[in-house]
């Protein structure tokens, strides 16, 4: 399956400059922070995670599909967090069952940790943290192949890559792979069904919000969580000048948030770091980048605009979850870029 290609990829004289853009963009934050007190490691590791973007031309040479890839690499990760999680439960006071679940967090492809945000209970999540990004991938590829064709197997998976999901205790994740796949089947649908879905959609959202805001803390501000970031967010707007406004300090810079009380170069809130780093102009020319690697394609047509709302609700994620400026956050990116510029975009089957 792995070997299977995408057809009609671009020509090799097509240039591509979302890359050169963006690393140009990150060059400049890096340069910028030289003079200043920035953290120097958290510079090179943003400036350098960027170049994994040129790897599209070698996605794009060797005609690599990335669609397969992702979706065996999401299936690894719901085997690992399966793993796991259950070793947390029923082994974690076994000796060398210890050993390795150390070995699993040390190389940050699982942890436990414990959230409060049912009732004032902790409640222990276990799960996948940085390479969950490929199950949502998973997630939304499988939905696009399923509704055309129909098998047990990928209904399966797809039970699996929701159940990997809510076990890693990403609220934002398990949200917005509820919107994608809303978004999708009701954008495939027509007449009574799109209405069906649409009111069972609202009713249980109306039911989860009722719940969450009745029985939970999950939109709490004294969630622990909810807190930090919302600490982090009015600490930037309290210190935001004109000159950081369209400027910004450069890659690394220190600031002072009220959400864990001392400074600090990196938060949860990927964009509000950016801005932070590069200026807001800048910021956004990125963004703009990332979301159309080349403005002359039909961004709607076919499943493009599937691709589309994926990747956007993916940067909503990153909103308060750092899953875009690292290594497997840049793999999704380059997975999105090949899919929304290859010319046979049909899902794989």
């Known amino acids: 399956m792995l070997k299977n290609a995408y057809e009609g990829r671009m020509k090799k004289s097509e240039i591509i400059w979302s890359p050169f853009v963006i690393i140009s963009i990150f060059i400049y934050g890096f340069l910028y922070s030289i003079p200043f007190n920035n953290d120097a490691g958290l510079a090179k590791q943003y400036l350098l995670s960027t170049l994994n973007l040129l790897m599209i031309f070698f996605i794009n040479h060797y005609k690599i599909n990335m669609s397969d890839l992702s979706e065996f690499f999401g299936k ?3 085997l690992v967090s399966a793993v796991y999680f259950f070793s947390n439960i029923f082994f974690a006071d076994i000796g060398y069952v210890k050993t390795a679940l150390k070995i699993f967090e040390s190389l940050n492809s699982s942890v436990s940790s414990q959230r409060d945000f049912i009732s004032d209970e902790n409640i222990v999540k276990f799960g996948a943290i940085s390479t969950v990004s490929f199950v949502y991938v998973a997630w939304c590829l499988t939905c696009i192949r399923i509704s055309s064709a129909f098998t047990m197997k990928d209904l399966a998976w797809l039970i699996l890559y929701g159940l990997t999901i809510v076990i890693s205790g990403r609220r934002g994740l398990a949200l917005i792979s509820l919107i994608f796949a809303f978004s999708f089947f009701y954008l495939r649908s027509n007449g009574l069904i799109k209405f069906s879905l649409l009111a069972f959609f609202s009713s249980i959202t109306y039911l989860v919000l009722s719940w969450a805001l009745s029985e939970t803390l999950l939109f709490s501000v004294s969630e622990t969580s909810n807190f930090t970031k919302i600490g982090h967010l009015f600490s930037y707007l309290e210190q935001l000048s004109i000159s950081k406004f369209i400027f910004g300090e450069g890659l690394g810079a220190y600031y002072y948030s009220h959400g864990v009380g001392r400074e600090l170069s990196i938060t949860e809130l990927t964009f509000i770091d950016l ?5 807001v102009p800048l910021t956004i020319i990125s963004i703009i980048y ?3 690697p080349k403005f002359y394609v ?5 499943n493009r605009k599937y691709y589309l709302i994926s990747f956007i609700l993916y940067l909503a994620l990153s909103m308060t979850n750092p899953v875009l400026i690292q290594s497997y956050g840049m793999l999704v990116i380059l997975w999105y870029w090949a899919s929304f510029m290859a010319r046979n975009d049909q ?3």
């Not at 039909?298 to 076919?302: L, N, R, T, V």
């Open 298 to 302: 039909k961004a709607f047509s076919g």
């Open 275 to 279: 801005s932070r780093f590069l200026g």
């Open 76 to 78: 690894v990760i719901v």
């Open 290 to 292: 990332l979301v159309f």
């Open 347 to 349: 899902p794989n089957k």
